[in-house]
């Protein structure tokens, strides 16, 4: 399995992006996938969930309105659209795929700084 993010680097506050995860080695349309992130001295923390279908999502209190999780199952990726962004959603956001023990990609790092 390989999981390869993209789309990170440096946001101004209020500003957007959206992070692309790229998936390999696995029935991709199969598998709920889901985003955490680690910020600078704290634990990773979960962000957002998708289900195989795409049908439904769920989100870390702090991201709802804001950030939207989705899927393109006929190109094997996963997104996140961050939106209004703030200082706090500074961190290293990886993808998770459930699979086996669970597989992780390497991180993509967003700064929101101005």
């Known amino acids: 399995v390989q999981l390869v993010e993209s789309g990170g680097g440096l946001v101004q506050p209020g500003g957007s992006t959206r992070l692309s995860c790229i998936a390999a080695g696995l029935p991709f349309s199969s598998y709920s996938m889901r985003w955490f992130r680690q910020a600078p001295g704290k634990e990773r923390e979960f962000v957002a969930a998708?289900?195989?279908?795409?049908?439904?999502?769920e989100y870390v209190e702090s991201v709802k309105g804001r950030f939207t999780i989705s899927r393109d199952n006929a190109k094997n990726i996963l997104y996140l659209q961050m939106n209004s962004l703030k200082p706090d959603d500074t961190a290293v956001y990886y993808c998770?795929?459930?699979?086996?023990?669970?597989?992780w990609g390497q991180g993509t790092q967003v700064t929101v700084s101005s």
């Open positions: 998708i289900t195989a279908t795409g049908g439904d999502t």
């Open positions: 998770f795929a459930p699979i086996g023990g669970g597989s």
